[in-house]
């Protein structure tokens, strides 16, 4: 359950502390395209079994791969493009957190 609880508070909550302390002007907005990130979950489809609790996403999926983290990074040059990049790093960040925690 604590896993759990810190998987999905960095998915939701680092976000939106990102959000207000930093586009506090467009908070919402920065938020919610940093939601949209949830995309790259997406690639879970092509495992089998799609869920399981004791996985390791990262690495694993090919969305969740050091490769497409290496192209997550370009997301964060443009300014168009900066929350997008924001969110997909904060995303990878809890998933890693939950390989820690596994």
């Known amino acids: 359950m604590l896993r759990f609880c810190i998987h999905y508070g960095l998915h939701f909550g680092l ?3 990102i ?3 930093f586009f506090r002007k467009n908070w919402l907005k920065a938020y919610l395209i940093m939601l949209s990130a949830f995309i790259i979950d997406l690639d879970h489809l092509l495992a089998n079994p799609i869920f399981d609790p004791n996985r390791c996403s990262i690495n694993f999926h ?7 983290i290496g192209v997550y990074f370009l997301f964060l040059i443009p300014k168009q ?3 997008f990049g924001i969110g997909l790093f904060v995303h990878i960040i809890a998933d ?3 390989c820690l925690l596994i």
């Open 15 to 17: 976000p939106l502390v």
């Open 19 to 21: 959000a207000l302390i």
């Open 62 to 68: 090919p969305l969740h791969t050091y490769y497409a």
């Open 81 to 83: 493009t900066r929350f």
């Open 96 to 98: 890693s957190a939950d």
